[in-house]
């Protein structure tokens, strides 16, 4: 089936507070995802789900990373983001950012410099962070993707609502979670892996050995359910022996063994 959009998720854990190397990393994560390929990938984080009590300072981390950000030719060696892929595109993300904004609230969209670059040179665009403080009566924040370098943040009140918001998607490729306490881990998994193809799960153990929320590893599935289109034949080797043909042999252990090593 085809991939409509995914409004993928990235959650911050109740124990990751500020000072924590989970809510560093989630921070960090979340403004690469927006900014790298100007926030034009399938997998990028579109919502970021963070406990209530620990959204003004998520906010304002992001918010400070992402005013670092120079935007330009991404053949300068100080710029960190390039133009979307056209015109015609980023004029589609700005209708979609306007959506958004029904229901969210802009709280950053200034780039601490533009580069040689502006609406007259290509097809630049500052990243877009938005805030929704009611996402569980919000409807268009979990439905409508701005294919560039928008992401909304998102309070959660418990885990079970963490869960929720983040089903709301109706099916994504890919959730990522930021939490050192197994606990969050297990709660969560069971809530939500039924609507992601692929779930990564990162902490001060696992970081530096993590390809990150936006990089499938070719033996995973790159797919999702609902939403995302259900295409995992689309992404490693499953895409490759989608194209192949397979026969099951039938025989005693001894032949299976003979034929297995052909």
Avoid: W
């Avoid at 589609?92 to 709280?107: D, F, G, K, S």
């Avoid at 039924?194 to 990089?215: E, F, K, N, P, W």
């Amino acid at each position: 089936t085809m991939e409509a959009d995914s409004l993928n998720a990235a959650v911050l854990g109740p124990d990751a507070a500020p000072g924590t190397p989970e809510f560093d990393l989630f921070v960090k994560e979340a403004a690469r995802e927006m900014t790298v390929k100007a926030g034009q990938k399938c997998t990028a984080i579109r919502r970021a789900l963070v406990p209530s009590t620990l959204l003004e300072p998520t906010q304002a981390a992001i918010a400070d990373r992402l005013a670092k950000t120079v935007i330009g030719d991404p053949r300068e060696d100080n710029v960190r983001m390039g133009a979307l892929a056209g015109l015609a595109q980023r004029e589609t993300v700005r209708a979609n950012l306007a959506l958004l904004q029904t229901e969210a609230q802009l709280v950053t969209a200034e780039a601490a410099e533009f580069l040689q670059a502006d609406d007259n040179t290509g097809a630049f665009m500052a990243p877009a962070l938005l805030r929704c403080d009611a996402p569980m009566a919000a409807k268009l924040v979990h439905e409508v993707e701005a294919f560039g370098p928008v992401a909304t943040l998102m309070p959660y009140t418990d885990l079970s609502e963490a869960g929720e918001l983040a089903r709301r998607g109706k099916g994504s490729l890919v959730l990522s979670l930021f939490t050192h306490d197994l606990s969050v881990i297990s709660e969560l998994v069971v809530e939500t892996a039924s609507s992601h193809g692929r779930m990564l799960i990162v902490d001060r153990d696992s970081a530096s050995a993590s390809t990150g929320h936006g990089s499938p590893l070719p033996h995973l599935v790159h797919g999702g359910p609902g939403r995302a289109g259900g295409g995992e034949e689309l992404g490693g080797l499953r895409g490759v022996h989608h194209y192949m043909q397979r026969t099951a042999i039938q025989a005693k252990p001894a032949v299976l063994d003979m034929v297995a090593a052909l």
